[in-house]
């Protein structure tokens, strides 16, 4: 009998889940190590340095075709577009074949993303409005999965397989919100004629799709010309990378069955052809059964999943905390000092610390009310309720819209940075706290 598309990525889906926990855990490692470093380092006697160097301009290109920017720039609207990449690639497969593919598997995750967006813009905004700061207003909506689920594995088997999926499907949830809010809201002074050329460029990818054409290479070609033109449109340049991942194909040039049929006879192939030679150097048949092979198996493994593999660990343990080095140097001997009345400040931490966990909570808890989800099989609301806590450690999103909503605002880029990392950390002990007081799961993890 056939294997269906869906079955084909449900079984790629649970293994790349495992690995995508693994990765996530260590990265948040090294992420923490880094924003250690860049504290130290902006409170040290080399601050003035540590500043300088993320100031160093670089240039691409050449003569009038050329793009200058400063180094910390180059990390956020450059290598984060490709971590938006992996985001988008993220959002794509769980749409396909996830927690998202599905409204029953969906509803209880979207709902909690959608209260932990809401409340925490409402509470920044109950500080904010009216002023020049009510801009941030976005900052608070965010989730770092990798710090949240590093919190989780601290846990051990404490915490159900159930409760990480849910985690994770709340903030690929979250980040589908929170780049919309960014393209929507955080935009400049629009360039339509840059725009149109994104545009076009955007619709060459969706027709290299829709003709079947798998090269990773071409779209990454294509990704970078659109990125420029997004770059000089207006709109934010990293959202290059979403769009890129929805124009990926999602499926082999060839199905399960004729990879099965195909692998087999090649394997025969290499098996009876052991005669022609000792050693695989010598033997020609061997070799032309393994290169066919191998050529077997990247027509069967989808470019979205061979893109995703490849960048994963990429994004976990360069770019990201790259960005956390770049970023997370706040200056407490600078010109600006703490104030814990700061509305920025206020606004920030309360809505990661008290909105996250409300929010998310109330909408979860509404959604199994009116019956449009129900709660996961091995948890309890004490899970939802401890998971909503870390929800509001939000670092590297919340960063990256502080820097976009405070540009040239250095006051109120430090007030919510502060606000960020206090949150962070509030939040992060107090979903562990109220986690680690849980039984075992009664079954084992898959």
């Known amino acids: 009998m056939p294997i269906s598309r869906f079955e084909e990525y449900k079984k790629y889906v649970l293994v790349a889940s495992q690995e995508f926990f693994r990765v996530e855990t260590l990265s948040s490692l090294v992420m923490l190590g880094c924003t250690a470093v860049a504290l130290i380092l902006a409170n040290s006697p080399v601050a003035e340095s540590y500043t300088r160097f993320w100031a160093t301009p670089i240039t691409v290109g050449i003569g009038e075709h050329s793009i200058s920017k400063s180094l910390l720039l180059w990390i956020n609207d450059g290598l984060m577009a490709i971590f938006f990449l992996l985001v988008g690639l993220e959002i794509k497969r769980e749409t396909l074949v996830g927690e998202l593919a599905s409204f029953k598997r969906a509803a209880l995750p979207i709902a909690a993303a959608v209260g932990g967006m809401v409340a925490p813009a409402l509470i920044y905004l109950l500080f904010n409005a009216g002023q020049p700061s009510a801009r941030g207003w976005g900052i608070p909506m965010a ?19 159930a409760l990480k999926i849910f985690l994770s499907t709340l903030a690929i949830a979250d980040d589908i919100g929170a780049t919309l809010v960014i393209a929507l809201f955080y935009t400049g002074q629009l360039v339509w004629l840059n725009l149109g050329i994104a545009g076009v460029l955007l619709a060459s990818l969706f027709v290299l799709n829709a003709l079947g054409v798998w090269r990773p290479f071409l779209y990454v070609l294509i990704g970078i010309s659109l990125w420029i033109a997004l770059l000089k449109s207006g709109v934010h340049a990293t959202l290059a990378g979403i769009v890129l991942a929805f124009t990926i194909p999602a499926s082999g040039r060839i ?192």
């Not at 989730?143 to 397989?161: E, K, Y």
């Open 143 to 161: 989730t770092d999965i990798a710090f949240a689920l590093s919190v989780l594995a601290l846990l051990g088997n404490r915490i159900p397989h």
């Open 255 to 446: 199905d399960a069955d004729l990879f099965l049929e195909k692998s087999h006879i090649l394997l025969n192939r290499f098996r009876s052809s052991g005669s022609a030679g000792k050693h695989i150097l010598t033997n020609e048949e061997q070799r032309a059964a393994i290169l066919a092979l191998e050529s077997a198996c990247r027509g069967a493994l989808p470019p979205l999943s061979r893109i995703e593999h490849k960048l994963h660990p990429w994004v976990a343990f360069l770019i990201i905390p790259l960005f956390a080095l770049a970023n997370a140097g706040v200056d407490f001997r600078g010109s600006y000092s703490v104030s814990l009345v700061d509305p920025v400040l206020l606004g920030v931490f309360l809505g990661l610390v008290m909105g996250k966990q409300a929010g998310i909570t109330l909408f979860a808890w509404l959604a199994v009310r009116c019956r449009m989800a129900t709660l996961p099989s091995h948890l309890t609301w004490r899970h939802i309720y401890g998971t909503s806590w870390l929800a509001g450690i939000g670092f590297t999103m919340a960063l990256f819209i502080t820097n976009i909503a405070f540009l040239n605002m250095p006051n109120l880029l430090f007030q919510a940075k502060v606000g960020i990392l206090l949150a962070s950390v509030v939040s992060g002990a107090i979903g562990f706290l109220i986690l680690r007081r849980l039984s075992a799961p009664p079954i084992p993890h898959p």
